[in-house]
């Protein structure tokens, strides 16, 4: 039987303090779920290049972990190559485990430029990949001859969707975020309401509310239709120029194109002509020609856009159209000829709909998942070269509003990822597929940041959504970012502190069976109020006071002496110096007890 504690509170009395008795309950800031020690981390201040003095700074607070790292790569390669020998001493001396944060700024995986200011290049993707492989070596050279060092990668650095809830049980983007393939440039597409003239009447009801929701989805198929449609009919508009020119003068332009066969007439001749009916006739193909040739030049580079961007079925109509098309235009065909020909790809190019917009993280997957794969690989190499275990790359889940943000394109990326490392390993004929597929699994992982799966909460995510989300990874992290927010932005505050399900994400994880490094990312704190805050973190996760367990650490404001510690003093003298009087420093002969201190407003000198 429950019993009703409120009848049992006798207020307005101060009902006491944290029970010890209460584990579950001591704490205003612990999280739910006791956390051990052992594995719990800090990060250096990502923001100076003396990572050295950074990691021995946080060493000295008694953290078994330390996470290294520079958010900028102008700081990162400021650091001297000495310095990372000198940090595995430092941590081999501790017993400390060092990890390793990738710098951030500007370092995108795909290549694609994250301000969407030029169009994909391979040679932008290998140099973020060189880029990444500097990172993995100097990793190479803190860790120590066992274990292996995690190194955290940002998924991207790209814009990406934002979730609400579906309804199912599940999350569904309302805003969508897209890239050009072509170019490069990116924008945003969100689920919202429109009034169009084929809607039914419900729809024009409500005044500015009138409308019917649109689904991103269904507006970025709308948006690849319409923008095609529309390069088309300048190209169209040009051609048909041509089209009018060729029917006006077409009885002229025949005996024209036969007599120049037969030359009888040279063009020389027809320049003498001026304004007679072959002279018109003349001009008349010159420019027709002239704009034949551009249009031409367009048609190609849509036609490869085309290709290159449809759907297998649109690609085997534009095969079956340039088999026609190379009918048709020859060199030395006459220029109706061409045209007719012209025609013909266009016409096809019109029954098509090639995805030029397509959403950030599908344009990207793959070419994020070859570099990672290929870094994992890299990392393989040098490490075996200098018989150590291959360091392993962690791929970070990010915040809405960037590219993957949930927990199953995280999914996507790694299982892609390690895909590419198999591939480069068995082509490079370090393994097999099976020992390939085994490693994968070894070198290529993720590091789940809470606090950024957290942010889903701005748009109404609650926490069951988010521990679905972790449901879908569980088995593919590696490590771990502890970091307590609202729901609003990425404040990095100690666990506890916010309202990320810290506990419950924990403990899933644990019941999967991981064990790995769980790194407090706290700097909000340390900025905003000035002091390391991994005494309050280790109240918040709970973690035993003691190496053999007993009692935790966010039970410490509420502990009691030990058993053979005696009672204390009772009725100590500060008891009655404090309170004796009701009054603080007032002099003894008016009832108080302790002596007027300097600056107080009684003199502390006896009546007279």
Do not use: C
Not at 173 to 182: D, F, I, S, T
Not at 420 to 444: H, L, P, S, T, Y
Not at 488 to 517: A, F
């Amino acid at each position: 039987m429950a019993i009703d504690e409120s009848k049992y509170l006798i207020k307005p009395f101060y009902q006491g303090g944290y029970s010890s008795l209460q584990p579950s309950k001591a704490g205003d800031n612990f999280t739910g779920y006791h956390v051990k020690t052992g594995g719990i981390g800090l990060t250096a201040n990502p923001t100076v290049a003396n990572q050295i003095g950074e990691l021995s700074k946080n060493l000295n607070t008694g953290a078994v972990a330390v996470e290294v790292g520079t958010l900028s790569p102008q700081n990162w390669e400021t650091i001297p190559k000495q310095h990372f020998a000198e940090m595995r001493r430092l941590g081999k001396l501790t017993g400390a485990k060092v990890t390793l944060h990738a710098p951030i700024q500007g370092v995108e995986p795909s290549g694609l430029d994250p301000q969407g200011q030029r169009p994909w290049d391979e040679t932008q993707r290998l140099a973020v990949e060189r880029q990444l492989n500097d990172v993995v070596v100097k990793a190479i050279d803190m860790q120590g001859e066992k274990g292996r060092i995690p190194i955290t990668i940002h998924a991207s650095n790209l814009p990406g969707n934002e979730y609400v809830r579906d309804g199912k049980g599940g999350l569904k983007a309302h805003r969508l975020a897209l890239v050009n393939r072509e170019d490069g440039r990116t924008a945003v597409i969100e689920e919202k309401k429109k009034v169009e003239p084929w809607m039914e009447k419900e729809s024009f009801e409500g005044g500015e509310k009138a409308g019917k929701l649109m689904d991103p989805a269904e507006e970025l198929r709308r948006i690849n239709r319409d923008s095609w449609q529309s390069t088309l009919s300048n190209i169209a508009y040009n051609k048909s120029f041509v089209d009018r020119s060729l029917k006006d003068s077409y009885v002229q332009l025949q005996d024209f194109e036969k007599e120049m066969k037969e030359k009888k007439i040279s063009p020389e001749e027809l320049k003498e002509l001026g304004f007679s009916p072959q002279g018109e006739a003349y001009r008349t193909i010159k420019n027709s020609e002239a704009i034949l040739t551009n249009t031409t030049r367009e048609i190609y580079n849509l036609f490869n856009m085309a290709y290159k961007n449809g759907t297998d079925e649109e690609r085997a109509k534009l095969f079956e159209a340039s088999e026609k098309f190379k009918q048709g235009y020859k060199d030395g065909e006459s220029i109706i000829k061409k045209s007719e020909a012209l025609q013909v790809i266009i016409n096809t190019l019109q029954d098509v709909s090639p995805r030029i917009y397509v959403p950030v993280e599908e344009f990207v997957m793959d070419k994020s998942a070859e570099t990672f794969g290929n870094v994992g690989f890299k990392g393989f190499m040098e490490a075996k070269k200098q018989h150590k275990e291959a360091p392993m790359i962690s791929v970070e889940n990010l915040f809405p509003g960037m590219a993957f943000s949930t927990g199953q394109a995280v999914a996507d990326l790694v299982k892609k990822s390690r895909e590419e490392f198999v591939k480069k390993a068995v082509d490079a004929g370090e393994m097999n597929k099976q020992e390939a597929e085994r490693m994968a699994e070894k070198v290529i992982g993720m590091t789940l940041d809470v606090g950024h799966l957290n942010i889903h909460k701005k748009e109404g995510i609650k926490d069951e959504d988010l521990m679905r989300e972790v449901e879908k990874v569980k088995k593919l992290v590696k490590h771990v970012h502890i970091t307590d927010n609202f729901g609003y932005g990425d404040s990095h505050l100690p666990p506890g502190m916010g309202n990320v399900p810290i506990g419950k994400v924990l403990e899933q994880l644990e019941k999967e069976g991981y064990s790995g490094t769980k790194i407090l990312e706290v700097g909000g704190w340390i900025n905003a109020f000035n002091t390391n805050p991994y005494a309050l973190s280790l109240e918040g996760l709970g973690t035993p006071i003691g190496s053999t367990g007993g009692a935790y650490w966010n039970q410490s404001a509420g502990l009691t002496q030990g058993y053979f510690g005696g009672y204390g003093t009772f009725l100590p003298q500060i008891n009655y110096e404090t309170f004796g009087g009701g009054f603080s420093t007032l002099p003894a002969e008016l009832g108080g007890q302790r002596l007027a201190g300097p600056g107080s407003r009684m003199s502390g000198r006896g009546l007279e």
